[in-house]
């Protein structure tokens, strides 16, 4: 399980990787970014609520429902700015990747059940959050354009970076 895990989550990698040589993630605007960042979250929401109606596991549910509690209150953050700004965020090659990858996912953790389903969403939770940040931290941010939108990134990522951390220990408490 460990290696198909392994690679689903680098397939995941893989295609933001993919992507970028056919459009490049640092090029994308910062309603593109906007965007690509509130699908990142709703997928991320949508892996937690399948875990919590698929898992058993306390240390699951205590990292699904947190999982679920500061992702949708940063959406809810992005949409007032956006609001605020007046602006809508804009589809992209990006999260329409995240979105079809998520998809397939998803799927494959639905047919997963007990100690498998733990470590497929640990792990995938790990590297989901790792290629995120890395993005985010890495070509997200240094490319937004706008202070205030820069600022919730920013706010975002430390909090994204302590979910990382928190997969982590998940990841070994599961293995």
């Known amino acids: 399980m ?14 933001m990787v993919g992507v970028a040589h056919a459009n490049d993630p640092a090029k994308l605007n910062d309603l593109e970014i906007a965007h690509v960042a509130y699908i990142a979250d709703n997928i991320d929401i949508r892996y937690a609520h399948l875990a919590l109606a698929i898992s058993s596991n306390p240390a699951i549910h205590d990292f699904a429902k947190t999982m679920i509690r500061d992702h949708t209150a940063v959406n809810e953050q992005a949409l007032a700015l956006l609001a605020k700004l007046d602006a809508q965020p804009q589809d992209n090659f990006l999260s ?13 953790m639905s047919a997963l ?23 985010v931290g890495n070509t997200f941010i240094p490319n937004i354009e706008n202070a205030e939108v820069k600022s919730l990134f920013e706010a975002g990522l430390e909090i994204f970076q302590a979910h990382e951390h928190h997969a982590e220990m998940m990841v070994g408490e599961v293995n």
């Open 2 to 15: 460990k290696i198909k895990t392994t690679l689903l989550a680098a397939g995941f990698i893989a295609s």
């Open 96 to 108: 329409q990747s995240l979105q079809e990858n998520a998809e397939k996912l998803i799927t494959e």
């Open 113 to 135: 059940r007990g100690a498998a389903f733990d470590k497929f969403y640990a792990e995938n939770e790990l590297a989901y959050h790792k290629a995120v940040n890395d993005l």
